[in-house]
């Protein structure tokens, strides 16, 4: 295993809701950001949401304001993403991944990431 495990995906009717986590370990940074990426077939991967390890402060793409939340759990290293509403657009493949620091700018830029989970399938059924 590499140093972000997801857990937590499956399949859900639409409205349902699903908490997806991400454990890491052996970060080499003292602060980092992590965010969650999804890619459905046939699309480009995009930033779902991320959260700082040192402040807590978030990002939201807009497609899931209001409907995600994510949080942190500093002690056991862990992120969580609450999904609620969910919509049948919302299934793909949620990845967890790591960078040091946080930045406004990109931190919804998937190349600014270096360290990747496995993923976990999300499936939606409407």
């Known amino acids: 295993e590499g140093p972000l495990v997801e857990s937590g995906g499956g399949l859900v009717q639409a409205g349902g809701s699903l908490r997806l986590s991400c454990a890491a370990s052996g970060l080499p940074y003292e602060d980092y950001t992590i965010a969650w990426f999804r890619q459905a077939p046939g699309k480009e991967r995009e930033a779902v949401s991320g959260?700082?390890?040192?402040?807590?402060?978030?990002y939201y793409a807009d497609s899931v304001k209001g409907r995600f939340t994510i949080s942190r759990a500093n002690a056991k290293n862990t992120v969580y993403l609450q999904m609620s509403s969910l919509k049948p657009e919302d299934t793909a493949v949620y990845y967890c991944?790591?960078?040091?620091?946080?930045?406004?700018?990109?931190?919804?830029?998937?190349?600014?990431?270096?360290?990747w989970g496995q993923g976990t399938q999300v499936t939606v059924s409407s």
């Open positions: 959260i700082s390890s040192r402040d807590g402060r978030t």
């Open positions: 991944a790591a960078q040091g620091g946080w930045s406004d700018y990109d931190v919804d830029e998937s190349y600014m990431y270096e360290y």
